[in-house]
T-cell receptor, first 117, second 115 residues
Framework: GAVVSQHPSRVICKSGTSVKIECRSL??????MFWYRQFPKQSLMLMAT?????????EQGVEKDKFLINHASLTLSTLTVTSAHPEDSSFYIC?????????????FGSGTRLTVV | QQQVKQSPQSLIVQKGGISIINCAYE??????FPWYQQFPGKGPALLIA?????SEKKEGRFTISFNKSAKQFSLHIMDSQPGDSATYFC??????????????FGGGTRVLVKP
């Protein structure tokens, strides 16, 4: 149980285009979704936290107009990278938390490798 | 400000040996301390977690030791196997029904188990 399905696993896009990444909680209600960015051989960097039905809270230094987060339902959250540039190339990971998870834990998606060319 | 410091950055251990990774935290409000295992190109997976009411927790070959007064916790991997070669992250958060409490991650430790 407690599975978060993240898609796509890999995406290559042209500079200036937008890319949408989806995370779905398959068997529990994700009241909170966290979005992370991870550079090679580095730790996870939290980008934003979103609660279902509310606007996302962005970490300092993260451009909210560039990284659009939608969490309109208890089972789906999306991250849209707008007007992507090569420096946005990274590994993006979602994590969900909510009632139904053992002891209100956290479960992670499998990640999306974004390459902007 | 790095609130969770993890060491070492990398570790090489022989098959059958013990891997030990240490973490130290600063925020005394933290009361949930999980360890995650991450393979290349994959998301982190929960390995084992501990709350401050116990000083040690063991699950199979994995053991967490927790020292509240020193604000330190560690992961021990017994009888290390080549399949354990991965990056390990410690993390900390404030527990509770407020599921919006975010995790603070350590910097990660790359473990290589040599056959």
């Amino acid at each position: 149980g407690a599975v978060v399905s993240q898609h796509p696993s890999r995406v290559i896009c042209k500079s200036g285009t937008s890319v949408k990444i989806e995370c779905r909680s398959l068997d529990f209600q994700a009241t909170t979704m966290f979005w992370y960015r991870q550079f090679p051989k580095q730790s996870l960097m939290l980008m934003a936290t979103s609660n279902e039905g509310s606007k996302a809270t962005y970490e300092q230094g993260v451009e909210k107009d560039k990284f659009l987060i939608n969490h309109a339902s208890l089972t789906l959250s999306t991250l849209t990278v707008t007007s992507a540039h090569p420096e946005d190339s990274s590994f993006y990971i979602c994590s969900a938390s909510g009632p139904g998870l053992k002891n209100y834990g956290y479960t992670f998606g499998s990640g999306t490798r974004l390459t902007v060319v | 400000q790095q609130q969770v410091k993890q060491s070492p950055q990398s570790l090489i251990v022989q098959k059958g040996g013990i891997s030990i990774i240490n973490c130290a935290y600063e925020n005394t409000a933290f009361d949930y301390f999980p360890w995650y295992q991450q393979f290349p190109g994959k998301g982190p997976a929960l390995l084992i977690a501990i709350r401050p009411d116990v000083s040690e927790k063991k699950e199979g070959r994995f053991t967490i030791s927790f020292n509240k007064s020193a604000k330190q916790f560690s992961l021990h991997i017994m009888d290390s196997q080549p399949g354990d070669s991965a990056t390990y992250f410690c993390a900390a958060s404030i527990w509770g029904k407020a599921a919006g409490n975010k995790l603070t991650f350590g910097g990660g430790t790359r473990v290589l188990v040599k056959p």
